[in-house]
């Protein structure tokens, strides 16, 4: 069994129905132990003309042994060509929240 190490991985969503969507396979999977979607504004350049809009953020706990597989999951079921998928590792935290995510995450 791997060691336990924590993420949280970033992805963004055009909207809430989609994130919730994603949010919810990943739950239901057991590849995350907790999601949350935020609403935000984002701008980047894309095919050479600059680009605004709303979008949910999607905040993903999970584990890194997990990670290919919700990356997998956030590709299969998103609207955009090149969705963002970012993965940063959980350096510490509240000992008893950690423990919680890996009991969530069968780890």
Not at 31 to 43: G, K, P, R
Not at 61 to 82: F, P
């Amino acid at each position: 069994m791997p060691r336990f190490k924590p993420v949280i991985i970033t992805a963004t969503a055009p909207n809430r129905e989609e994130a919730e969507h994603i949010g919810c396979l990943l739950l239901e999977s057991g590849l995350a132990a907790c999601v949350q979607y935020e609403n935000i504004f984002s701008q980047y350049v894309w095919n050479g003309g600059l680009c605004g809009e709303e979008e949910v953020r999607i905040v993903i706990k999970t584990a890194r042994c997990h990670y290919k597989a919700v990356e997998k999951t956030i590709v299969r079921n998103h609207s955009y060509d090149c969705p963002q998928v970012l993965m940063q590792p959980v350096q510490g935290g509240f000992l008893p929240y950690l423990k919680w995510m890996k009991t969530q995450l069968g780890l």
